[in-house]
């Protein structure tokens, strides 16, 4: 008996013992995905998915003309008369400008940060946009079986890992946006680079939203804030289009104060417009356009800009410096998803850019997970680790002395890349991810503190 005892105390301390030890294994080897996930492949489903230049681009394209197909009239008279009276009411009621500056951090301009104003909820649009956004199937319908359909039930169960400290809200409630310019001045960023698509044209979830830019503009005003815009891959986006809806929008906002304009190394201030998905449309379209001999070219006339171009794979350089773009944007807040996104990378593309006259502009991010609209995509996921994931991007970031930094995102909730502010919450259906053992602003803290190095670090870069 005494031996059968100790042969029993002594399998149970065994297996703690190698409990302990797998449990102390996987944590390493969880750590060591977050923080340095940098060979994570490219080539996987989750890029094959976003990016349509890669497998199945054809049926991607297809899909995303499709969804965009409500241009021109009846997208816009289908807008309610609810729509009209929130933005008349945003506009009478415009607060005048008080003593921002003695609060809040000065603006950085040189911290660019990407704004989506796609939200909508019953109050404001007479429906919930975007926070009800549908589960994507896998394209492989064997893997899309094993995972759930449908679309998500707001208020409580939203199409995001986070939940927003103002809710569900509508981008057209004034209170949302004057929230959301004084979260962004106290960040210490300075221009926000708003999603855009023309007039009557929405992404595939959404509805159009150019009229409420000129709101927008007048409450970045109030904090002094500047705006410019990150046009979206719209229905037939060619070189045509893109020089009238850049004469559009010049046109319509550029005398605004709050509108942008960077000045360059020989004086001028020209407006700035990234580019999203770039690479879809081939080299010598984007040359008609951005070169001074194009057919439709935009050089030394009273539209030309500065044109920032998403580089995903290393071969787009190329590409980018042959269609006449004046720089590159790496976007996504994955580190090792893409050779752009991939911080190891940056040093040489900082070097290209240097050597052919154009300016890098890395794209650093607090952390990414997108599981609740992609259910699949587990597995580039990356973990904030408590504010750590966003510092080494900005370090890796500041390595490369770039002229402009961009941040993904203010409130990309869909993909879990915002920095606005989150709160802890639970519901019968699902639990979601917070900012703890910090407070919910915690990311817009390490903004400013990462924009206050920047400056420091800038002085002695000039020096």
């Given at each position: 008996?005494?031996?059968?005892?100790?042969?029993?105390?002594?399998?149970?301390?065994?297996?703690?013992?190698?409990?302990?030890?797998?449990?102390?294994?996987?944590?390493?080897?969880?750590?060591?995905?977050?923080?340095?996930?940098?060979?994570?492949?490219f080539g996987?489903?989750?890029?094959?998915?976003?990016?349509?230049?890669?497998?199945?681009?054809?049926?991607?394209?297809?899909?995303?003309?499709?969804?965009?197909?409500?241009?021109?009239?009846?997208?816009?008279?289908?807008?309610?008369?609810?729509?009209?009276?929130?933005?008349?009411?945003?506009?009478?009621?415009?607060?005048?400008?008080?003593?921002?500056?003695e609060e809040l951090s000065s603006p950085n301009y040189n911290f660019h940060i990407f704004y989506y104003s796609w939200f909508g909820n019953p109050q404001f649009d007479g429906k919930y946009i975007h926070w009800n956004h549908p589960l994507l199937p896998h394209w492989d319908p064997k893997i899309a079986n094993n995972y759930p359909k449908g679309r998500h039930n707001p208020p409580e169960d939203i199409g995001a890992?986070?939940?927003?400290?103002?809710?569900?809200?509508?981008?057209?409630?004034?209170?949302?946006?004057?929230?959301?310019?004084?979260?962004?001045?106290?960040?210490?960023?300075?221009?926000?680079?708003?999603?855009?698509?023309?007039?009557?044209?929405?992404?595939?979830?959404?509805?159009?939203?150019?009229?409420?830019?000129?709101?927008?503009?007048?409450?970045?005003?109030?904090y002094n804030l500047k705006v410019t815009f990150h046009i979206e891959p719209y229905k037939d986006r060619d070189d045509r289009s893109m020089y009238h809806n850049v004469k559009y929008i010049i046109d319509k906002y550029g005398g605004h104060p709050a509108f942008y304009r960077h000045k360059t190394s020989t004086g001028r201030f020209l407006p700035m417009f990234y580019v999203y998905d770039s690479y879809v449309t081939i080299p010598e379209i984007w040359a008609n356009l951005l070169t001074t001999s194009g057919s439709q070219t935009i050089r030394n006339t009273p539209y030309d800009a500065l044109f920032?171009?998403?580089?995903?794979?290393?071969?787009?350089?190329?590409d980018i410096h042959r269609s006449g773009f004046d720089g590159m944007?790496?976007?996504?807040?994955?580190?090792?998803?893409?050779?752009?996104s991939s911080h190891h990378n940056w040093a040489s593309l900082k070097a290209f850019c240097d050597s052919n006259n154009l300016m890098f502009i890395p794209s650093v991010g607090p952390g990414y997970i997108d599981t609740s609209i992609r259910p699949w995509n587990n597995h580039n996921t990356r973990n904030r680790v408590n504010g750590k994931?966003?510092?080494?991007?900005f370090s890796a970031a500041l390595l490369v002395r770039p002229e402009i930094i961009s941040i993904t995102s203010f409130n990309e909730w869909h993909e879990g890349t915002q920095i606005e502010k989150a709160v802890p919450k639970r519901t019968g259906q699902v639990v979601y991810l917070d900012y703890k053992p910090h407070k919910?602003?915690?990311?817009?803290?390490l903004t400013q503190k990462w924009s206050e190095k920047y400056r420091k670090e800038q002085e002695q870069w000039l020096m």
């Open positions: 008996i005494l031996n059968y005892d100790i042969m029993a105390r002594f399998r149970r301390r065994t297996c703690i013992i190698l409990l302990l030890f797998i449990l102390f294994i996987c944590s390493i080897m969880m750590a060591l995905k977050t923080l340095r996930p940098d060979r994570a492949g996987d489903p989750f890029g094959l998915g976003l990016l349509p230049e890669l497998q199945q681009r054809t049926v991607i394209l297809d899909n995303n003309k499709n969804s965009l197909n409500r241009v021109q009239g009846d997208t816009v008279t289908r807008v309610s008369n609810l729509h009209s009276i929130a933005v008349n009411t945003m506009k009478a009621s415009m607060p005048p400008v008080n003593k921002l500056e890992n986070f939940y927003p400290e103002l809710g569900s809200y509508s981008s057209k409630d004034p209170s949302v946006i004057e929230a959301h310019m004084k979260q962004m001045r106290s960040a210490a960023t300075g221009v926000i680079v708003l999603s855009w698509y023309p007039p009557g044209m929405a992404d595939e979830n959404g509805e159009p939203t150019d009229d409420l830019v000129p709101v927008i503009l007048d409450y970045a005003h109030k920032i171009a998403l580089l995903v794979e290393e071969r787009h350089k190329h944007y790496t976007y996504f807040a994955t580190n090792g998803f893409s050779y752009g994931y966003y510092e080494t991007a919910p602003n915690v990311y817009l803290e």
